[in-house]
Structures are given as structure tokens and as C-alpha cells.
């Protein structure tokens, strides 16, 4: 019985030392927001325009800057630097910017934090941010070559398949993204599509429009490859494609 509660006690111990280790922000971490402003009202934006950098730790105080583009100075770039601590559970984040507002947080997983900003000085504002991990970003940039697995067109009435095209990812900020399609019609060897995007939370799936027409969903199978699938009403497609990054 004695080793019984020897035991026990080392294991509450073990696992009291593992949740009080401080918790590793190192590194820039992109964040979509939701915030009022007094003079500007809302505004909400899923579109990477802000970013957190921690930049140095040591146990469980840290040092960084948030990053974000200014859109009463010209669309500037801002850099606000910070400092900050993690409390005794890893659970939480208190910090205090260098020029002005304090900055409060929840670490929700290893790879995403919620962030609570408030400033009651001239421009009084709150915002409640998002932060993800960049690395768990998936990079879309580039061009992906498509093969067409299955597709039904309603003008051609019949199925199909092995038709290829190219895709381009132009522009990406984190979770949105746009770019361009290169495919072959009825009517033309190559016609170009435009459309934007966005990457589901967990990195694994897409949702595209296009900006003439048709919808997209797809599933991230890995950093090379991507399965879509395509819907357009009224002229009636569909299609099963294939993309693989060109490297």
C-alpha cells in the first residue's frame, strides 16, 4: 500500500512539473480579428493582415511585436512591439505594449491562441484575435498542374475524363488566397478564370468562387497535392480534379 501511494505521489508530481512548463511561443503567428474602434465602428478580417512575432523567451516571460498593415496612414506597415508573461498553469497570456493597451490571452492548443486587446485611450478600441501557427499555414503559392479525374458537362452530355489545366496561386494571406485558372473550353485550347479562396481552420480543406462563375471545394491531401471538386448551375458542370504542385 505504502508503494502504492509512493507512486502516486510521484506521478501528481511528474504531472504537475509538465503542466507548469512554460509554454514555447517562438516564432509569427498569423491572426484574423474582430475588433470596435471608437471612432470607426467594426470591422472584421480573415485575411492574414496582422501578425504576432515572438520573437525571445526565457521561462516564462517573453518579448515580440505585432505586425500589422495601417489603414488610416497610407496602408503602412506598423510594427507595435510587446512584452509579456505566461502564468503559472501555460494556460494564459498577460501582456503590455511598449507605446500603449495591454493584451490578454488563452493558449487553446499548441498551435492556436486567442488574443484580447483593449486600449480605453483617444481611439478606444477592443479586439478579439485569432492566432494560428504560420507553419500550420499550408503554402498554396505557385502553380498546380490539374488532371481532370471525371467531369459531366451538360452541353457535351456525356462523361469525360484527362483533360488537364493549370492552376495559379498568386497571392496568399494566411487563411486567403487568389489567383487564376488556365483551362480549356468548348471554344478555346486555354481560357483564363480568376478566383479566391479560403483554407478551413485545420489546414485541410478549401473553399474557392470564382469571380464569374462556379465553386470549388477541395481537400489538402499534402503539400503537393490537392483533390477539387467543381460545381457550376446553370450551363451544369462538374468535375473530380487532380493538382499537383509544379515544382
Not at 484574423?32 to 516571460?61: C, I, M, P, W
Not at 481611439?123 to 498542374?145: D, F, S
Not at 468548348?186 to 478551413?200: N, R
Amino acid at each position: 500500500m505504502r508503494k502504492m501511494f509512493i507512486g502516486i505521489g510521484i506521478l501528481v508530481l511528474l504531472s504537475t512539473i509538465v503542466f507548469s512548463a512554460a509554454f514555447d511561443l517562438s516564432g509569427r503567428w498569423v491572426a484574423s480579428f474582430e475588433r470596435h474602434e471608437k471612432d470607426d465602428g467594426f470591422l472584421t478580417a480573415y485575411d492574414g493582415r496582422v501578425a504576432f512575432v515572438f520573437e525571445q523567451q526565457e521561462g516564462n516571460v517573453f518579448t515580440g511585436y505585432k505586425e500589422f498593415i495601417d489603414h488610416s496612414v497610407n496602408y503602412q506597415e506598423k510594427k507595435e512591439p510587446f512584452s509579456g508573461v505566461i502564468d503559472y498553469s501555460g494556460e494564459k497570456l498577460y501582456c503590455a505594449e511598449h507605446e500603449d493597451g495591454y493584451l490578454f490571452g488563452d493558449i487553446v492548443s499548441e498551435n492556436e491562441i486567442v488574443m484580447y486587446y483593449v486600449d480605453a485611450e483617444e481611439n478606444a478600441i477592443a479586439v478579439y484575435y485569432t492566432l494560428q501557427r504560420e507553419n500550420t499555414i499550408p503554402n498554396l503559392l505557385g502553380e498546380w498542374q490539374s488532371e481532370t479525374i471525371g467531369s459531366y458537362v451538360k452541353e457535351k452530355n456525356h462523361l469525360g475524363k484527362g483533360q488537364t489545366g493549370l492552376f495559379v496561386i498568386t497571392e496568399q494571406h494566411g487563411h486567403v488566397f487568389t489567383g487564376y485558372k488556365n483551362v480549356k473550353t468548348l471554344y478555346t485550347d486555354e481560357h483564363k478564370e480568376e478566383f479566391s479562396g479560403v483554407i478551413s481552420k485545420d489546414g485541410k480543406k478549401l473553399y474557392i468562387a470564382e469571380h464569374n462563375d462556379g465553386y470549388a471545394f477541395a481537400d489538402i491531401i499534402d503539400a503537393n497535392t490537392i483533390h477539387l471538386y467543381y460545381l457550376e448551375d446553370g450551363n451544369l458542370k462538374t468535375l473530380y480534379q487532380v493538382l499537383r504542385k509544379v515544382k
